[in-house]
């Protein structure tokens, strides 16, 4: 599966039911990837109506709510952008904490995973470059993410049902990297009070 990331402007419009309007990918112009995904690319996709999950940094164990629509919007040039509306489940810890990030601008990318069919792509030369050009892919799911590879995605608005309490946030970071960070700080933690265990030590020892 491939996927592009997009970075975001955050805005709130209200808190009723866990709704965010983002810009999720760059189309019609060259992304970091050296790829132009065309803005019919995901038309196919799209048609099928079938259920697209939103989940944080591409994990699939980490779903954080559904994709409600996508349409691509024209920009400026050939530039496009896909403007999705994404459901956060709020019935969730994980939903929760994740729309709190969002709503507070400390996650503002995003990121769409598909795949390439074998005739959806071929490559081009611009100029002096050669480019890969995404006719067709099938779009798998969307990400709120750290880094993006795509310009100019933007959360357009954030709206949720129940008031957000300041929790601990699990962000985009994935189970394994949270948990040695977590593990790395007690053993800091724990090396710091041995160090103050054996100053105690040696200063209440007696000089021969």
């Keep these: 599966m491939i996927s592009k990331e997009f970075t975001t402007d955050v805005k709130v419009l209200d808190e009723d039911e866990g709704i965010i309007e983002a810009y999720v990918n760059s189309m019609g112009v060259v992304d970091s990837d050296n790829d132009i995904i ?9 048609s099928k109506n079938d259920i697209i999950p939103f989940l944080q940094g591409h994990d699939q164990s980490q779903i954080i709510g559904k994709v409600l629509s996508l349409s691509p919007k024209y920009m400026d040039g050939d530039q496009y952008q896909l403007l999705a509306k994404l459901k956060v489940n709020l019935e969730t810890e994980r939903g929760r904490d994740a729309f709190s990030n969002i709503k507070g601008g400390y996650v503002n990318q995003y990121s769409i995973g598909f795949n390439i069919p074998d005739t959806g792509a ?11 050009v995404i006719n067709e892919a099938d779009l798998v799911e969307v990400s709120s993410v750290i880094r993006g590879a795509s310009p100019d995605t933007a959360t357009i608005s954030a709206k949720t049902e129940i008031p957000m309490e300041t929790e601990p946030q699990d962000t ?27 100053k105690k030590y ?3 020892k007696p000089k021969k």
């Design 172 to 198: 985009a970071l994935d189970t394994d990297f949270s948990a040695s960070d977590t593990e790395l700080a007690k053993a800091k933690l724990l090396l710091i009070k041995t160090q103050l265990e054996l």
């Design 202 to 204: 040696k200063r209440k």
């Design 38 to 46: 065309e803005p019919t690319a995901f038309d196919k996709s799209i």
């Design 122 to 132: 071929e490559l081009k030369r611009i100029g002096d470059a050669t480019v890969r």
